[in-house]
């Protein structure tokens, strides 16, 4: 090959590679959706759905002009009738691939979600890791609180997820465990007007964690308090950072410990007159408070603080548990683990495992906490 012939080549080459891409739409020509929102429609039967995207428009000269995001609110038959009507009134596209968050309403939640998730099975723009969340009260009315420390309200709601105070549920996770018949559990918000200083004390929605919702069947079935939301996350592995505060002598001494470090054990034991579960609540923490009014030693107190502690969580998880039974919800996903160590075991409850669980699934509950640093003593 001549010097001129390589040359022509090398010339072709570097032009094919600045055509740019054919086979994707422009970024221009798509509207990014960053949340969804989910309630119970107008009329019997119909889903009312919400999406949140960012607006460039609104960026001048770097700083933002209003809000920079909008909401658009349908209701319809069904999801895909829904997204069509909305976007019959777009001049963009819809994309799903910048998607943060789904939000779900408790009384939408209470009717089932097989509806989305058989959408969300259908949808490959929904990226199966994004964060879901449900909200007492209308979905489409929390989608328009203002985002205080972040830039959207949607990346708060993914903060509420991300940072483990609660649950970290993604529809992937909600997804296995409804098809394997289990229960699962998200982290539940409720949202209100309160003032706000940089809003020059202008009342704002704001919103908060309430506790965690259980589904069972696709379903939402009750609610779970803070303190027992917390124990079924200890139990799942999922939160950090969560300080646990203990009181003795009567109230005149106190101690508080934050666990930086959670790693439960979830055991199957046998089935004897019911399936038997045990279930170990390990963590490690740092003492950071602790007044002892009777000035014992560092090793006694912290003995003292260790033992109420672990049975403060026992309870709670007891107390958790015993509500997930009553609704037949299966949120620690124990069914699979007894599928997993019990194959031939399983297949005889399979079919009705939740109401094995409601009636017979017993649980053996203990604690195993260490405090790694003594912090300062008052």
Excluded at 147 to 176: A, D, G
Excluded at 278 to 289: D, E
Excluded at 334 to 345: H, R, Y
């Amino acid at each position: 090959m001549t010097y001129a012939s390589r040359m022509f080549l090398v010339l072709l080459m570097t032009a094919l590679l600045l055509t740019g891409c054919w086979s994707k739409a422009e970024l221009n020509e798509g509207l990014f959706i960053d949340g969804i929102y989910l309630d119970k429609g107008q009329k019997e039967g119909q889903v009312q759905l919400s999406i949140s995207s960012f607006i460039t428009a609104k960026l001048k000269d770097g700083e933002a002009s209003g809000k920079p995001f909008t909401v658009v609110t349908k209701s319809g038959d069904n999801i895909p009738d829904v997204l069509t009507s909305i976007q019959k009134d777009l001049t963009r596209r819809i994309d799903f691939s910048h998607v943060q968050v789904v939000l779900v309403a408790e009384e939408y939640a209470r009717l089932g979600l097989g509806e989305l998730f058989d959408w969300f099975k259908r949808e490959p723009g929904v990226e199966l890791n994004t964060y879901i969340l449900s909200v007492k009260g209308e979905a489409s009315n929390i989608a328009q609180l203002t985002p205080i420390t972040e830039q959207l309200p949607s990346e708060v709601f993914k903060r509420f997820s991300v940072q483990n105070y609660m649950l970290n549920s993604t529809v992937r996770h909600c997804l296995i465990a409804a098809e394997s018949g289990m229960g699962f559990a998200m982290t539940a918000l409720n949202y209100g007007d309160q003032k706000v200083a940089s809003e020059n004390g202008e009342k704002e929605l704001w919103a908060g964690i309430k506790g965690i919702d259980v589904f069972g069947d696709r379903a939402l079935k009750g609610e779970l308090s803070i303190d027992q939301g917390r124990a079924i996350s200890w139990g799942l592995g999922k939160f950090r950072d969560q300080v646990y505060s203990v009181n003795w002598d009567e109230g005149r001494s106190t101690g508080s410990v934050l666990i930086t470090r959670v790693h439960p054990k979830l055991i199957y034991k046998g089935d004897q007159d019911g399936p038997l579960f045990k279930i170990v609540l390990k963590g490690r923490g740092n003492l950071v408070y602790k007044k002892d009014m009777e000035h014992r030693s560092n090793a006694e107190s912290n003995e003292i603080i260790m033992e109420l502690l672990g049975k403060r969580v026992v309870k709670d998880m007891e107390k958790a548990l015993a509500k997930t039974q009553q609704w037949g919800a299966d949120v620690l996903n124990l069914g699979m683990l007894m599928e997993w160590n019990s194959p031939e075991e399983w297949q005889a409850y399979k079919d009705q495992w939740p109401e094995v669980y409601r009636s017979k699934a017993q649980f053996e509950i203990d604690a195993d906490i260490s405090i790694s640093n003594q912090g300062s003593m008052r």
